[in-house]
């Protein structure tokens, strides 16, 4: 597991790579699936959290979503004071707050 620096874009180059990742679907106990992360341009920096809180914690719990908090650094407060503008982040808010585990399905590219 990383330990995160204040800076988003150096966390990133601790963690894996996305190459052979076309999205992320992240779905809820029912099955629903809640939010997906495509491999583009804008969202690579989330589909790199959300791979690595998968594969460190096999789910997004509130465990992972504070970790997953601490790598997204600098954005956390940005996205606190600016609800909806990092859809993403949002995502690990509502499990903070106690909004049930999501699950991760990677879908290969």
Not at 14 to 26: C, G
Not at 69 to 79: G, N, Q, R, S, Y
């Amino acid at each position: 597991m990383i330990q995160p620096t204040s800076s988003f874009k150096d966390n990133l180059a601790l963690m894996p790579s996305i190459d052979t990742l076309a999205a992320i679907e992240l779905s809820d106990p029912k099955g629903e699936i809640v939010a997906r992360i495509d491999n583009q341009p804008g969202k690579q920096g989330s589909l790199i959290v959300y791979q690595y809180l998968h594969q460190e914690f096999g789910e997004i719990n509130m465990e992972a979503a504070q970790h997953g908090l601490d790598v997204f650094a600098e954005h956390t407060p940005d996205a606190k004071a600016r609800p909806g503008a990092h859809p993403n982040i949002d995502q690990l808010f509502r499990i903070i707050d106690g909004a049930d585990a999501l699950k991760v399905t990677l879908i290969a590219a």
